[in-house]
């Protein structure tokens, strides 16, 4: 399935795009975490979801809805987070239906890099 579209919206390819990450290879940049981790919801890979999840702030656990139907991401800012930083921020909106009913995720998400990866943190307040 080299050429399934990448669910992070990237115009990318799967294989060229998340599936590196969800395999181990780590992001490069706040934002392409960002992207790995909404296609991680997307593919329901709990394991990566806490995996680049900061322990600060990781849960026991991660709950998915099986009614959840993700629909699309799409970046609104970013800042830092790039390669050098040690700290970025990622605006996003993220579409999604439960049950037939379409909702929205607006969120400013705080990424810190340590030991050489990029890890999700929270939402931070804008």
Known sequence: MPNTPCPCHSKKSYTSCCEQ???GIPAKTAEQ???SRYS???LKRDNYLQQSWHDSTCPNSIGFDPDT???GLRILNTAKGKQGDTRGRVKFIARYKINGKAHR???D???IFE???WYYVNPTSS
Do not use: I, K, T
């Open 21 to 23: 990450l969800h395999q």
């Open 33 to 35: 975490l960002m992207r």
């Open 40 to 42: 991680a919801y997307v």
């Open 69 to 71: 139907q993700w629909l």
């Open 105 to 107: 995720l607006e969120e």
């Open 109 to 111: 998400s705080e990424f």
């Open 115 to 117: 030991n050489g990866h």
